[in-house]
């Protein structure tokens, strides 16, 4: 049940663009997205539910594709402040619960 | 408003041995979940707590369990502790079990040698 996410690593320069896909083998509800920087807590970014729409925050976006089981999380013109790990969390079902299962994640490191 | 706070931050202990972690939701959340994210892993559910209850349980063994407390803290015990079970433990708080976002804590961090 655990999603899978690609890449496992990008290193970027300041400016560029990234795509990171998470995906998983069961139909999904919604999907949580949170970034983790070195010894902090998972930071809350967004969260995209089936049939809803595309959510964006600043110059981070993320899609969510119900039939492929798929969610891409795009960032655009990066930020050194944009480090960190990103984990996707999945939830199956609504049954008023948070028990998101979360992604092996994907280290993103912005260079200047 | 603080936010979600766990005690202590680091913890050692050796094998057999036992330990409970403590968590403080943030004010007026009353749903509180527990993660486990061992080194370069994603966080793995193991509890969900709510108004005491215990709401939902991840594929964790019986030498992990968990209670909440009227004021709606939270603590998580392990039994008979292993060398895999070393690992973060964080702690996310929310108003109700399905409201989003979690709210994480910074984790208490185990070593088991």
């Known amino acids: 049940q655990q999603p899978v996410q690609s890449p496992q690593a990008v290193i970027l320069r300041e400016g560029e663009d990234a795509v990171i896909n998470c995906s998983s083998s069961?139909?999904?509800?919604?999907v949580h997205w949170y970034r983790q920087k070195h010894g902090e807590a998972p930071v809350f970014l967004m969260i995209l539910l089936k049939g809803g729409e595309q959510k964006g925050h600043e110059k981070i976006s993320a899609s969510f594709n119900e039939k492929k089981q798929q969610s891409s999380l795009y960032l655009t013109a990066s930020q050194l402040s944009y480090s960190g790990t990103y984990f996707c969390g999945t939830e199956m079902t609504r049954a008023g619960a948070n028990n998101l299962f979360f992604g092996t994640g994907t280290r993103l490191t912005v260079i200047p | 408003d603080a936010g979600v706070t766990q005690s202590p931050t680091h913890l050692i202990k050796t094998r057999g041995q036992q330990v409970t972690l403590r968590c403080s939701p943030i004010?007026?959340?009353?749903?509180v979940s527990w993660y486990q994210q061992v080194l370069g892993q994603g966080p793995q559910f193991i509890f969900q707590?709510?108004?005491?209850?215990?709401?939902g349980r991840g594929n964790f063994p019986d030498r992990f369990s968990a209670r909440q407390f009227p004021n709606y803290s939270s603590e998580l015990n392990v039994n008979a502790l292993l060398l895999g079970d070393s690992a973060l433990y964080l702690c996310?708080?929310?108003?109700?079990?399905?409201?989003?976002?979690?709210?994480f804590g910074n984790g208490t961090r185990l070593t088991v040698t």
């Open positions: 004010s007026g959340h009353k749903s």
């Open positions: 707590y709510y108004e005491k209850e215990e709401r």
């Open positions: 996310a708080s929310s108003r109700t079990p399905g409201d989003s976002p979690l709210h």
């Open positions: 069961k139909a999904l509800y919604s």
